[in-house]
């Protein structure tokens, strides 16, 4: 890396007028998911030449332990793909996005407002959200059928979700050959505003602990109870055992599926017929889904800053928005204010996730969030997930840890 | 280095010489970090930001910390329970294929390939296993007519027990070999001796093969300290330190310190106290070696 910043210094230093730039740019992904990227980044080039991205993939797994490296060294990637953005930018990490918005006139309009909540930190915005995670419902029509069952339509609530989970789950001798539906372990706070509770009276700039009050006590014991008294869904640690909401789905151990749009391509492949459904309303008639996916981000450190962000604002601008929305795995666009954007994403059953989308809100966002949960709430609702306490004892015993944890911020 | 002068003599520059590479490495990816994290435990290091001095801080908060308690208790729960089984079980096998049994090259093979495969991958199946609805252990236990089956690693109270089954497994064989070893280095007119005078089977193994085995089980004893004192790869994969911090353990929340919740200080000082303990309980061994370990041969 140095010694190409040095090269292209040097060839900067003596060819001004044809300047070469180099903007390194960092992502994950698996190889299904690569070619959007690959793209996006032949297309800036071919539009920019004398700019030449470096390009920086790693799977998943590998990707933060390299990132957080090449960052503590006070290097890195000048654009990077990024989750947990407060966490980064409180660090210092992470080059506010605002002052380049208002000086390129980049239409921050066009983005899903709520979905820009999560990249922000401290009243700036830090990264620009390149797609959301919106769930779904997704369901096994030929399991309705054979159950005499009417499939799940946008007037569901909780109580057809849990009826006809019970009556898809089918069990021998103790133990489940089918769960009615399986879930991601980390959507649960959705359950809780579908309900009208929340976890921090403000996701951003939290004060009060807030899911130890009954609506959310609730949600998180209707969860608890599918799992424990009707056996209708498995545990978390039970679906990640079985491969999660990819396999079960796909294999016909769970008839319902409540995830994102990167399952598409996965149950594509399915031997049987499914469709998609919005979430289900709650009690009340709430609705809600979750808001945010990973985001692009500028490096505090980069080299040459403008050069950065305008291949950032190239990526996360509408061109590069609908590449995203219109790849074969495609990503439910977060610039959805876009009609060039919102007309490319042509995934089957585009429009439930577009209406999805719009019920997005933010549960919690902010740099200590991911202590909070390891440390005191994940352990609290392991006990309700495993059915060995009550989501009102569990909860009760966190809160006045979780409150002091707020209190030191 | 008047004792290493004494060594080498004059070939010092040659010893140094050939020593180079592993000195070089030991210096750069263990002596500095070492003495880094000693002192990075005495400031407060988000890893991106300067990190800044709090002097005693850190340790003042682990005295605080609930979840540290738990984690220390469950720590030394983890080794108690695995340092035995996997001696005894290992001597018990050593012995076992020490006598010429018919297919013993076969048993020590057996024996020895959950030593030397992966962690991550024997973890990985035994996950499998132990699921409580798929799980082949269930299914066997429901076969035999258990009503009312744990759920192992979803349950506080069969988690601990689900990792350290998965650890016994693992280290058994690695615990035998060294028993073989020591039990093939005992001088075979000892037990000529005690045939002479008539000595039973127990006395045998009591007044010679013990006694005679102890450099080896003190070093399997302190070696077994230590490895299990650094359990992380099972727990990481197995439970994520659940449910509810059932199997939290010293190393994994070092690493969720300072991994996570990018703490750097405040994982570094963990990491002082396991050094600590381990350092402590190697001291205390080799100090109270000579009542039991016998050098003579």
């Given at each position: 890396?140095?010694?190409?910043?040095?090269?292209?210094?040097?060839?900067?230093?003596?060819?001004?007028?044809?300047?070469?730039?180099?903007?390194?740019?960092?992502?994950?992904?698996?190889?299904?998911?690569?070619?959007?990227?690959?793209?996006?980044?032949?297309?800036?080039?071919?539009?920019?030449?004398?700019?030449?991205?470096?390009?920086?993939?790693?799977?998943?797994?590998?990707?933060?332990?390299?990132?957080?490296?090449?960052?503590?060294?006070?290097?890195?990637?000048?654009?990077?793909?990024?989750?947990?953005?407060?966490?980064?930018?409180?660090?210092?990490?992470?080059?506010?996005?605002?002052?380049?918005?208002?000086?390129?006139?980049?239409?921050?309009?066009?983005?899903?407002?709520?979905?820009?909540?999560?990249?922000?930190?401290?009243?700036?915005?830090?990264?620009?959200?390149?797609?959301?995670?919106?769930?779904?419902?997704?369901?096994?029509?030929?399991?309705?059928?054979?159950?005499?069952?009417?499939?799940?339509?946008?007037?569901?609530?909780?109580?057809?979700?849990?009826?006809?989970?019970?009556?898809?789950?089918?069990?021998?001798?103790?133990?489940?050959?089918?769960?009615?539906?399986v879930?991601e372990s980390?959507?649960?706070?959705?359950?809780?505003?579908?309900?009208?509770?929340?976890?921090?009276?403000?996701?951003?700039?939290?004060?009060?602990?807030?899911?130890?009050?009954?609506?959310?006590?609730?949600?998180?014991?209707?969860?608890?109870?599918?799992?424990?008294?009707?056996?209708?869904?498995?545990?978390y640690?039970?679906a990640s055992q079985s491969g999660g909401t990819t396999q079960m789905f796909?294999?016909?151990?769970?008839?319902?599926s409540?995830t994102?749009?990167?399952r598409?391509?996965?149950?594509?492949?399915?031997?049987?017929?499914?469709?998609?459904?919005?979430?289900?309303?709650?009690?009340?008639?709430?609705?809600?889904?979750?808001?945010?996916?990973?985001?692009?981000?500028?490096?505090?450190?980069?080299?040459?800053?403008?050069?950065?962000?305008?291949?950032?604002?190239?990526?996360?601008?509408?061109?590069?928005?609908?590449?995203?929305?219109?790849?074969?795995?495609?990503?439910?666009?977060?610039?959805?204010?876009?009609?060039?954007?919102?007309?490319?994403?042509?995934?089957?059953?585009?429009?439930?996730?577009?209406?999805?989308?719009?019920?997005?809100?933010?549960?919690?966002?902010?740099?200590?969030?991911?202590?909070?949960?390891?440390?005191?709430?994940?352990?609290?609702?392991?006990?309700?997930?495993?059915?060995?306490?009550?989501?009102?004892?569990?909860?009760?015993?966190?809160?006045?840890?979780?409150?002091?944890?707020?209190?030191?911020? | 280095?008047?004792?290493?002068?004494?060594?080498?003599?004059?070939?010092?520059?040659?010893?140094?010489?050939?020593?180079?590479?592993?000195?070089?490495?030991?210096?750069?990816?263990?002596?500095?970090?070492?003495?880094?994290?000693?002192?990075?435990?005495?400031?407060?290091?988000?890893?991106?930001?300067?990190?800044?001095?709090?002097?005693?801080?850190?340790?003042?908060?682990?005295?605080?910390?609930?979840?540290?308690?738990?984690?220390?208790?469950?720590?030394?729960?983890?080794?108690?329970?695995?340092?035995?089984?996997?001696?005894?079980?290992?001597?018990?096998?050593?012995?076992?294929?020490?006598?010429?049994?018919?297919?013993?090259?076969?048993?020590?093979?057996?024996?020895?390939?959950?030593?030397?495969?992966?962690?991550?991958?024997?973890?990985?199946?035994?996950?499998?296993?132990?699921?409580?609805?798929?799980?082949?252990?269930?299914?066997?236990?429901?076969?035999?007519?258990?009503?009312?089956?744990?759920?192992?690693?979803?349950?506080?109270?069969?988690?601990?027990?689900?990792?350290?089954?998965?650890?016994?497994?693992?280290?058994?064989?690695?615990?035998?070999?060294?028993?073989?070893?020591?039990?093939?280095?005992?001088?075979?007119?000892?037990?000529?001796?005690?045939?002479?005078?008539?000595?039973?089977?127990?006395?045998?193994?009591?007044?010679?093969?013990?006694?005679?085995?102890?450099?080896?089980?003190?070093?399997?004893?302190?070696?077994?300290?230590?490895?299990?004192?650094?359990?992380?790869?099972?727990?990481?994969?197995?439970?994520?330190?659940?449910?509810?911090?059932?199997?939290?353990?010293?190393?994994?929340?070092?690493?969720?310190?300072?991994?996570?919740?990018?703490?750097?200080?405040?994982?570094?000082?963990?990491?002082?106290?396991?050094?600590?303990?381990?350092?402590?309980?190697?001291?205390?061994?080799?100090?109270?070696?000579?009542?039991?370990?016998?050098?003579?041969?």
């Amino acid at each position: 890396m140095k010694i190409i910043s040095l090269a292209s210094t040097l060839v900067a230093l003596a060819t001004p007028i044809m300047a070469d730039t180099t903007v390194s740019f960092a992502y994950w992904g698996d190889p299904a998911e690569l070619p959007p990227f690959e793209r996006l980044v032949a297309e800036y080039e071919a539009a920019n030449p004398g700019v030449t991205i470096d390009v920086q993939h790693a799977p998943w797994s590998g990707y933060w332990t390299r990132l957080d490296a090449q960052l503590a060294a006070g290097a890195g990637p000048d654009v990077f793909f990024v989750t947990n953005v407060p966490s980064y930018a409180a660090r210092g990490a992470l080059a506010p996005l605002d002052a380049h918005i208002n000086a390129s006139n980049f239409p921050i309009n066009e983005y899903n407002q709520e979905a820009l909540r999560p990249h922000s930190y401290d009243g700036q915005l830090y990264s620009l959200p390149r797609d959301n995670a919106t769930l779904v419902l997704y369901y096994n029509k030929d399991a309705f059928d054979a159950a005499n069952l009417s499939h799940p339509n946008d007037s569901w609530s909780w109580d057809e979700l849990s009826d006809a989970a019970k009556a898809l789950a089918v069990s021998s001798g103790g133990r489940t050959s089918r769960y009615g539906i399986v879930t991601e372990s980390n959507n649960w706070d959705v359950w809780v505003s579908q309900n009208g509770g929340s976890i921090f009276d403000d996701g951003i700039n939290p004060t009060t602990f807030k899911l130890d009050e009954p609506a959310a006590i609730e949600a998180i014991q209707y969860i608890g109870d599918m799992m424990n008294v009707d056996r209708s869904m498995p545990s978390y640690l039970e679906a990640s055992q079985s491969g999660g909401t990819t396999q079960m789905f796909l294999s016909g151990q769970a008839a319902m599926s409540i995830t994102n749009a990167a399952r598409l391509g996965s149950y594509a492949k399915a031997d049987f017929d499914w469709a998609i459904a919005p979430l289900p309303k709650g009690p009340q008639g709430l609705r809600s889904n979750v808001v945010g996916g990973a985001g692009f981000g500028l490096n505090s450190n980069a080299k040459d800053m403008d050069a950065a962000w305008d291949f950032l604002s190239y990526i996360s601008g509408a061109e590069g928005q609908a590449i995203f929305a219109s790849a074969a795995a495609p990503a439910v666009p977060a610039m959805n204010g876009n009609p060039m954007v919102q007309s490319s994403f042509s995934a089957p059953f585009a429009e439930v996730f577009l209406s999805e989308t719009d019920n997005g809100k933010l549960t919690a966002q902010f740099p200590k969030w991911v202590d909070l949960q390891n440390l005191y709430i994940q352990p609290a609702l392991d006990l309700v997930w495993n059915g060995e306490v009550d989501a009102a004892t569990a909860i009760g015993s966190i809160a006045d840890q979780v409150e002091a944890a707020l209190a030191q911020q | 280095m008047k004792k290493i002068r004494r060594i080498f003599g004059k070939d010092i520059g040659a010893a140094l010489f050939f020593l180079m590479p592993a000195l070089i490495l030991f210096t750069v990816f263990t002596a500095i970090p070492v003495v880094a994290a000693f002192f990075i435990s005495f400031t407060h290091w988000d890893l991106f930001r300067p990190p800044t001095w709090v002097g005693l801080d850190n340790y003042t908060r682990l005295l605080h910390d609930p979840i540290f308690g738990k984690v220390m208790k469950n720590t030394a729960i983890f080794v108690l329970a695995t340092v035995p089984l996997q001696m005894g079980l290992g001597l018990l096998a050593a012995l076992a294929l020490n006598r010429g049994i018919r297919g013993q090259t076969f048993f020590r093979v057996a024996y020895f390939l959950p030593a030397v495969t992966s962690t991550i991958a024997a973890a990985l199946v035994w996950s499998w296993l132990f699921n409580s609805n798929y799980g082949l252990i269930n299914a066997g236990l429901s076969m035999i007519g258990v009503d009312n089956v744990p759920k192992w690693l979803a349950s506080t109270k069969w988690a601990m027990p689900a990792v350290i089954i998965v650890s016994v497994w693992q280290n058994v064989g690695y615990a035998m070999v060294l028993f073989l070893a020591g039990l093939q280095n005992i001088r075979a007119d000892l037990y000529d001796a005690a045939a002479l005078d008539n000595a039973s089977g127990w006395s045998r193994l009591w007044h010679i093969t013990l006694p005679m085995l102890s450099p080896t089980t003190f070093f399997v004893l302190v070696i077994s300290i230590i490895g299990s004192f650094q359990v992380f790869e099972l727990v990481f994969i197995m439970t994520e330190a659940g449910p509810a911090n059932a199997t939290n353990t010293l190393v994994y929340y070092i690493y969720q310190n300072g991994f996570q919740f990018y703490q750097m200080g405040y994982a570094s000082a963990a990491a002082m106290i396991l050094f600590a303990i381990v350092l402590l309980i190697t001291m205390v061994q080799y100090t109270t070696q000579n009542r039991w370990v016998h050098y003579d041969t």
